[in-house]
Nanobody, 119 residues
Framework: QVQLVESGGGSVQAGGSLRLSCAAS????????MGWDRQAPGKQRELVAR???????NYADSVKGRFTISRDNAKNTVYLQMDSLKPEDTADYYC?????????????WGQGTQVTVSS
């Protein structure tokens, strides 16, 4: 099993910043991509950012230039630095990890951490 523990959510005013962290533990043979998804009330879950095992990031258009994803492979941890936050960034944010290979490849998501941005 893979356990993902998220932290760093909270409430902030528009224009503010938050930093999310997610630490992976458990039976992990190798971690490939890591990332974050989010789901706003009444909306479908959407991809926010991904980062490959070599550190190459990609972002949803809605967060480009404002969010920065990074990872610490030694700690099996992924971060999301969120700057210039907007009310439309309000959502539950879920950590994502792709690990293993072949028949043992798997995708896991954390329990979510809430981010609220007020105007």
């Amino acid at each position: 099993q893979v356990q993902l523990v998220e932290s760093g959510g909270g409430s902030v005013q528009a224009g503010g910043s938050l930093r999310l962290s997610c630490a992976a533990s458990g039976r992990i043979f190798s971690i490939n991509a890591m990332g974050w998804d989010r789901q706003a009330p009444g909306k479908q879950r959407e991809l926010v950012a991904r980062i490959t095992s070599r550190g190459r990031p990609n972002y949803a258009d809605s967060v480009k230039g404002r969010f920065t994803i990074s990872r610490d492979n030694a700690k099996n941890t992924v971060y999301l630095q969120m700057d210039s936050l907007k009310p439309e960034d309000t959502a539950d944010y879920y950590c994502y990890v792709n690990s293993g290979s072949g028949l043992y490849e798997r995708n896991d998501w954390g329990q979510g951490t809430q981010v609220t941005v007020s105007s």
